[in-house]
């Protein structure tokens, strides 16, 4: 008896964007992206926000995940693009109410990663009350840098975070410049979100945000981790 099977393989395409860690590489596979914002005093401060008594976050989708010497994409119809250098973390082991104490045990790798921010649609919801997600989840709205360094091998203070647009620096500072540390946001989110293994913490973006235009040249780093490259484009 003759008979066919047909099969029919349904195509999922899922964002694959590997780092360099050590002699091999590391899949970024977070099944959430947590962004302090205003993490920074001298960042809330130059939008005009009040700096928070507490960390603050919001998340964006893993679906913005690129590679890096890829491509940030401007979306039709949107305006201003702007730039924001954010130390990341990925977290290594779930976790639910992690103490502060315990917190770097539920650290992997670190990261350079930018937090590409449509501020145009940001501010409109802002002065509507409305959610953040429009603005800051557009694919290609987070870059990740070439290159991740394990936790064990690097202390997240103490290190100068940058940003260069076409060769003009306008991030520089230092991750000590934070207001809170990377245990206690690990530890105040956790009391909100489960922690899953692979999800990813930006730790929020220093001073000297700007707009991106299309065929703008970015470079962007932390200390201890190889640059990140990216250039921009009108979709
Ligand atoms: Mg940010």
Redesign the pocket.
């Known amino acids: 008896m003759m008979f066919y099977i047909r099969i029919t393989m349904s195509l999922v395409v899922f964002s694959m964007v590997q780092v360099r860690l050590g002699n091999g590489h590391y899949e970024l596979r977070p099944t959430k992206i947590i962004?302090l914002?205003r993490s920074y005093a001298a960042h809330a401060t130059e939008l005009g926000n009040e700096v928070p008594g507490r960390p603050q976050f919001f998340l964006k989708p893993p679906s913005a995940l690129v590679p890096n010497r890829s491509s940030i994409v401007v979306p039709p119809g949107v305006g201003r693009l702007h730039h924001?250098i954010?130390l990341s973390v990925v977290i290594s082991r779930k976790g639910r109410n992690i103490s502060e104490d315990i917190a770097m045990d539920h650290v992997e790798i670190y990261l350079p990663m930018l937090?590409i921010?449509a501020r145009d649609l940001q501010d409109a919801a802002k002065s509507k009350g409305l959610p953040w997600s429009e603005a800051k989840g557009y694919d290609t709205f987070a870059p990740v840098g070439p290159e991740a360094v394990r936790s064990s091998d690097h202390d997240w203070r103490g290190k100068r975070i940058w940003l260069e647009v076409n060769g003009q620096i306008r991030q520089d500072s230092n991750t000590d410049m934070l207001l809170f540390s990377v245990e206690r946001m690990i530890s105040d989110i956790s009391k909100v979100m489960t922690l899953e293994p692979g999800d990813i913490i930006?730790t929020?973006?220093p001073p000297g945000v700007g707009p991106l235009l299309p065929g703008d040249r970015i470079r962007a780093g932390i200390d201890g981790m190889e640059p990140m490259e990216f250039d921009v484009v009108r979709q």
Do not use: A, N, R
């Open positions: 962004c914002l924001e954010e937090d921010t930006m929020g973006t």
